[in-house]
């Protein structure tokens, strides 16, 4: 069979190195770089991801593939702290202790916090598809909790789509993240960086003969006889990755639409930390990102030579224009930083960077065939609550399974 795979993120890779094996593939990525949102910024002596990434001990799929593409060497371990930006100061809460002297909530809240944390996974979530997670938590915990603790978890997140994402949705995502030990959770990275990955994944599917394609956008796919022709090609199969709604405008088929977000995030080098040693700081305090995150405070700032930070955004539609220079001008002059100490700075732009877990979003997820057409990717199951780099690793493998299945019935 002759398949044609659009879009050379996480899941395309993935999807093109199984289908190789048996079928003769060919991978379209509309970019020069593939990788999607796991691309990098090559600095020549290093290179980065645009995205900020780490993996997490339960990504069973992600480690098999590591082992399998000689890679599992190369992954690390690593300590993530967590804080909070409050009132032009850092608080670090990843201790109890930390926690505990934390003076913007009171030991009351702390306390309904803590019972949620405990009692998340047990929560029947049947009914909460539909209730938002700020009702949820202004309801059972009350008002103070919301607005001290998740209100500026949800604006990091979501951003303007803060008040639309489901209690389902927050429940499921503290039940699979509140296992963390204290002092901070602990988190993987790859020793040079997830291009590591991306390449290898180019490299193995590319030995099994699949031809990967760049700077080859796919515009109309269009129905020939039992197939399909994209881009002048005749297939006999097409995954898609890209978001549904782009698909449906690609086939004029009525595939249905998953909420998205975008996100903007700044990359920049600096030559000293400015977190006090936090790793991942959430901004309660209004600014243009909502959260900074300071890649150098999880792997040793030696192996860069420079700090480096995110800032990390999200937005609905267009971004704004300007946007990355508010960033980079709010952060100089929140965290005392001089704009000649930047030694450089990267804005990464995706208008599809993750689903909008909203209100009735579970009931949205698409399978993965579709009318002679398959698609998976961040808005596929495997990726609910949390997309990942796990979700789309398995999402690949599963749609896989569906062409394989189809091809064999
Ligand atoms: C800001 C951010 C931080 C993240 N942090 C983490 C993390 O710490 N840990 C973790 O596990 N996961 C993280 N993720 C999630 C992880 O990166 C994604 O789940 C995964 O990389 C998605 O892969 P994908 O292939 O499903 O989608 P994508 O990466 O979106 O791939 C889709 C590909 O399709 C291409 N494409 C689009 N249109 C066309 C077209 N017309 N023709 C051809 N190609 C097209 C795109 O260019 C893209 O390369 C993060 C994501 C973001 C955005």
Redesign the pocket.
Known sequence: MKCCI?????????AALSLSTDHEVVL????PV??????SIDRGDYTI?A??????QG?RH?LVLLDRLGLRGELEWLTGTTGYHVEGRSFPLSTPTEILSYPHMSLLDKARLGWLMLRAGRIDRSGLDDVTAKSFIQDNLGTSVYTSFFEPLLRSKFGPMQDRVSAAWLLSRIAIRSNRSPGGER?GYLRHGFASLVDRLRRAAEAEGCSVLTG????AIRRDGAGWTVRDERFDAVVS???PQ?LAS?TGLPLGEVPYQG?A?MTLAIDRDVTGGIYWLNMKDRAPYGAVVAHTNLVPVERYGEHLVYL?SYFAGDLPEGHGDRMLSDFCQRFGVAKEEVRWHHLEV?P???PVYETGYHRRIPGYAHDGLYM???F?AP?YP???????IV??EEVTAAVRGASHG
């Open positions: 659009v879009g050379g993120g996480l899941t395309g890779l993935v379209m990525e509309r970019r593939l990788g999607g949102c796991l691309s991801e995205f900020y990434h780490h993996c997490f990504d992600l988190l080859t956008p796919v515009g990755t890209v978001p782009l690609m996100a995030c990390a995706d599809f960077a993750g998976a990717g961040m596929s990726n949390e997309r990942s780099m796990e979700g789309s999402a690949g």
